[in-house]
């Protein structure tokens, strides 16, 4: 793609960050490494099929590049940096004009078993959107997480997220079912 | 008098168009209002039909000599992965209220739902203080899931929004 845009037209700040995070408009170059996340941990996104390339780029190009230049965008995403190093991606989703209400999404690079670097990244990602969500005038922000591991929500919980909604039975990875919680924060 | 489901057909599109276009009606289905043309209800109808996704019925009530389409049921994001999917449903003729025709197209519904696609689970979203709706869908197994406190606006004030649910082995 010969220019693929760098600033939100609905967002007076482009980036924001709290100590060493930083979330700056996504970037085009962050595309691969996103797309081999996603296929990474695919049982946990809603997505059925691993992505390819070509659809990645398609993705980034008709799809993402667009809400660029709306006023009001249906979202709104971020690449997500710890000491200007790419970690993660994600920002408002479903964003709702009118309910001024908003999905929070987040996927961080594949790695399973540090717990402590996705407790302290998800807790630093969730005060960065906030900031975002208050700074388009959000009255409430919200995500879906799937009861497979509970120590996912704990930087939620530390931050006075409350759970709303518990979905029985509402996801199947693997042949067994899991429950689909609803974590919320008025603003 | 017979309750029905049945394919749209594109002629009714009329009745989408003046329901789609009711602020009150708008409000209790926590649909964003906008006032359609017939044109835009017909895309509407056309593009319901089309989407893999979704099972978009009209509620007739039928007696020996007329039939009278009175509102829409819906089944969307059917996720046959997860085997759910969400049901949306209203009564658009206000004489067609409170007498029985929204129970029938209830349990119409959750048949597609569960006998014909298979499902495991059917939800749906309903204003809290909607409490005719949350009744008539507690009275057909449905549970509450939770609440989303303050997701939907109307008249300038925030309200909560009730998460139901229908498991298919609940289902009579």
């Known amino acids: 793609m010969k220019s693929f845009p760098t600033k939100y037209q609905c967002l007076k700040q482009q980036v924001f960050e709290f100590q060493n995070f930083k979330i700056t408009p996504i970037r085009y170059k962050d595309r691969y490494e996103i797309m081999n996340w996603r296929n990474d941990q695919i049982s946990v996104l809603r997505q059925d099929n691993l992505l390819t390339q070509i659809e990645q780029d398609l993705y980034f190009e008709s799809t993402i590049a667009k809400e660029f230049d709306l006023e009001k965008p249906n979202q709104i995403l971020f690449s997500f940096f710890k000491k200007n190093k790419l970690i993660g991606y994600g920002g408002l989703v479903h964003i709702d004009w009118i309910n001024q209400n908003a999905e929070i999404s987040f996927l961080l690079k594949t790695d399973f078993n540090n717990l402590e670097f996705y407790t302290q990244s998800f807790t630093a ?3 960065l959107i906030e900031k975002l969500a208050f700074n388009i005038n959000m009255h409430k922000i919200y995500t879906y997480g799937y009861r497979t591991n509970e120590y996912r929500f704990s930087p939620l919980i530390n931050s006075f997220f409350e759970k709303e909604v518990e979905l029985k039975n509402h996801k199947k990875i693997n042949n067994n079912w899991f429950d689909v919680l609803i974590y919320s924060k008025l603003l | 008098m017979i309750v029905t489901l049945e394919d749209i057909e594109i002629h009714e599109a009329n009745k989408i168009s003046k329901w789609k ?15 359609t043309s017939v044109n835009e209800a017909k895309r509407w109808i056309k593009e319901c039909n089309k989407d893999k996704n979704q099972i978009l019925k009209g509620i007739y009530c039928k007696n020996d000599e007329t039939s009278k389409f009175v ?8 996720n046959y992965s997860n085997l759910n999917a969400e049901f949306g449903i209203y009564i658009g003729e206000n004489e067609n209220h409170n007498i029985g025709v929204g129970k029938k197209a209830v349990k119409l519904t959750l048949d597609i739902g569960f006998k014909m696609l298979k499902l495991n689970k059917i ?4 204003l809290e203080d909607n409490k005719k709706a949350v009744n008539l869908f507690l009275k057909n197994n449905f549970i509450i ?13 925030f309200k909560n929004t009730l998460y139901m649910a229908v498991f298919k082995e609940d289902f009579k």
């Open chain 2, 21 to 35: 276009s009711d602020p009150k009606l708008s409000k209790i289905i926590m649909s964003s209002f906008k006032k």
């Open chain 2, 71 to 78: 509102g829409v049921a819906r089944l969307m994001f059917i």
């Open chain 2, 123 to 126: 939800y749906l979203r309903v």
């Open chain 2, 145 to 157: 899931e939770g609440c989303l406190k303050e997701h939907y606006i109307s008249n300038g004030i």
């Open chain 1, 125 to 127: 990602f969730l005060k």
